[in-house]
């Protein structure tokens, strides 16, 4: 449940809003109105988006599917007493098939062409309705029905909110799972480059003509609602002017962005009545805020909104989530190693052979509590936080060689002989260092999806992303479920993302700069001791050819792929690890 609601919270906040918050203007039908006008102007933008954000191309005639989509709505429901549901269905069907035929066409034209081409579409489609005496010409289609569901009829402005509510929350679902298809990631590529997305084999006539499809649908949706929540439309409703005000309000709101579109709405839609008792025109005020969104947020509102989120929005709960765990009482010890105190786990058996574990990047020992707790008595599990990270002590030098200096002082301290070590990630690069300086320490070592011997490179584009890890716990956590896919949600990953907040914060980009600084491939040649590296086939970070560098320079060690394994067997597979990992120091393997 907890690995469900963390996945679909966004939408299941978006419910609850929908549903409260008509219940709190229920009284106020101007307010339910206001509201139902935003949302179904939203589905609009969103279709919209569709065609400028995600796929690149232009339309300045897009209210006319809007139009469309009301009229025949209105027609089928007030002159054929066709049901409502059928009748709204069948406007955005009618709206798509406009599409294909504005498409078709379009497919020749591109920038300032295509632009004109859909504007004249619009102008044609408006002037015709100002002549079709059938449908009221340019006084407009009145005394519209109310919608009826199932033989229910949604008379009260809170029912029909409802209503376009539900259809709005409905559509926003099926967007964002459509844009993650193949048919959205060709739209996607055709935006950035027609050729390379050609060069690809992409149809882009194809999914040209399907990204104006999908718009004038929602389109015509929408203009459904809005001929049977208004109970009144007319030409002038659907004139340039709200063409002009959709393309406002996706560029307002946010190119290529799902809340672009909302936010948008709610600028175009709610001012006119913020500065209704005025004299500022309305093309005077959408002007100067476009020209303020394009110096200062050239890619929308709601791509300025994520920015301001990632970088402060979380700094508070992350500062108060990071004070928490700092104060909450671990089980462990702390020793006195080199001047720093070291802070560690250990089995409740304290004799066997030893099993040293170091934790990697963004870790502590709390990586290893589940493996040290299903450990058999025969063995001696201890499990270090390393300077700069959790309980233990700071230091001044980043770097794998000092991270390595203090685990080999720890072993050292308690006076351990012939360890078994296992290394995690970045633990595993400072086991390497370990087995280099000290070999005739170790016994054998157990290397969890490591850091490879010749080093790992990080883009430099990623070093922004960790610098953003200090100050944003919902990002780090998305971080780390990423690294242990096949691990359910639940209250100890909750802990292992506070543990990762203790991390020294200059390490949040040292660590990745320290990981591409060395090169052990000549010096692990000649080691004498039995490795057993672990990668799983999802881990995004260290791959099967990183792993088999292992392999490549050293005779002893053995390569194990994991199947449904990422990053993290010792957290995502725990029973199956600690098995392994016995076996292997009882030499079975």
């Given amino acids: 449940m907890r690995q469900f609601i963390y996945s679909q919270r966004n939408w299941i906040a978006l419910a609850l809003i929908f549903v409260i918050l008509p219940l709190i203007f229920s009284g106020q039908t101007f307010m339910l109105t206001i509201f139902s006008l935003l949302l179904i102007y939203t589905v609009v933008a969103l279709g919209l988006n569709i065609v400028i954000g995600y796929t690149g191309q232009i339309s300045i005639g897009h209210a006319a599917f809007m139009a469309i989509g009301a009229y025949f709505s209105a027609i089928m429901v007030s002159f054929f007493n066709i049901p409502f549901i059928f009748s709204f269905l069948g406007a955005g069907l009618v709206a798509g098939l406009f599409g ?139 004139g340039l002017g709200t063409s002009i005000n959709l393309l406002a309000m996706i560029v307002i709101g946010g190119l290529a962005t799902m809340s672009g579109g909302f936010i948008g709405a709610l600028i175009i839609v709610a001012m006119p009545f913020m500065f209704s008792r005025t004299q ?142 296992v290394g995690h990630s970045l633990g595993g690069a400072v086991v390497q260092k370990v087995m280099i300086d000290h070999p005739q320490m170790i016994n054998k070592a157990i290397l969890i999806d490591p850091a490879p011997p010749s080093g790992l490179k990080t883009s430099p584009e990623v070093y922004a992303v960790l610098d953003l890890y200090k100050s944003n716990r919902d990002l780090l956590k998305k971080a780390l479920i990423g690294i242990m896919p096949t691990r359910k949600i639940d209250k100890f990953t909750e802990e292992l993302v506070d543990e990762a907040l203790l991390m020294e914060g200059k390490c949040f980009e040292l660590n990745a700069r320290a990981l591409e600084e060395y090169d052990y491939r000549e010096d692990i040649k000649n080691l004498d001791i039995p490795m057993l590296i672990y990668v799983g086939k999802k881990d995004t970070l260290i791959t099967e050819k990183m792993a088999r560098e292992f392999e490549k320079f050293n005779s002893k060690a053995k390569v194990k792929l994991l199947d449904d394994c990422g990053h993290s067997v010792n957290v995502e597979k725990p029973d199956f690890f600690v098995k392994d990992l016995e076996d292997f120091f009882d030499n079975n393997l």
Avoid: C
């Fill in 280 to 421: 500022l025109p309305m093309s005077i005020i959408s002007g100067v805020l476009l020209v303020v969104v394009v110096l200062f947020f050239p890619r929308g509102i709601a791509y300025g909104l994520r920015i301001f989120s990632l970088k402060y929005l979380w700094r508070p709960i992350t500062v108060i989530r990071r004070w928490f765990a700092l104060k909450k009482k671990e089980k462990g010890k702390k020793i006195n190693i080199s001047g720093k105190s070291i802070f560690y786990r250990e089995t409740d058996n304290k004799v066997g052979p030893p099993v040293v574990f170091v934790h990697g990047n963004f870790g502590s020992s709390k990586w290893f509590e589940p493996t040290l707790e299903r450990l058999s008595s025969k063995y001696h599990g201890l499990a270090l936080d390393m300077p700069n990270f959790g309980r233990s002590d700071r230091i001044e030098n980043v770097s794998i060689d000092a991270y390595a200096e203090y685990v080999f002082n720890f072993m050292k301290e308690l006076k351990l002989e012939k360890v078994n070590i």
């Fill in 100 to 238: 294909v035929l504005l498409g078709i066409p379009a497919l020749r034209l591109k920038g300032f062409y295509l632009a004109i081409a859909t504007m004249a579409f619009g102008v044609v489609v408006e002037q015709t309705l100002h002549t079709w005496d059938y449908v009221g010409a340019s006084a407009g289609f009145r005394t519209i029905p109310n919608p009826s569901i199932f033989g229910i009829t949604l008379k009260s402005d809170l029912s029909k909110l409802y209503l376009v509510l539900t259809v709005s929350f409905v559509l926003f679902i099926l967007t964002s799972n459509f844009l993650k298809t193949k048919t959205g990631r060709a739209l996607k590529a055709i935006r950035e480059s027609e050729f390379a997305a050609r060069s690809m084999g992409i149809n882009i006539s194809k999914y040209k003509i399907i990204s104006f499809v999908i718009s004038a649908i929602y389109a015509g949706l929408a203009g459904s609602l809005y001929a049977h929540t208004i109970g009144y439309i007319s030409p002038a409703d659907f």
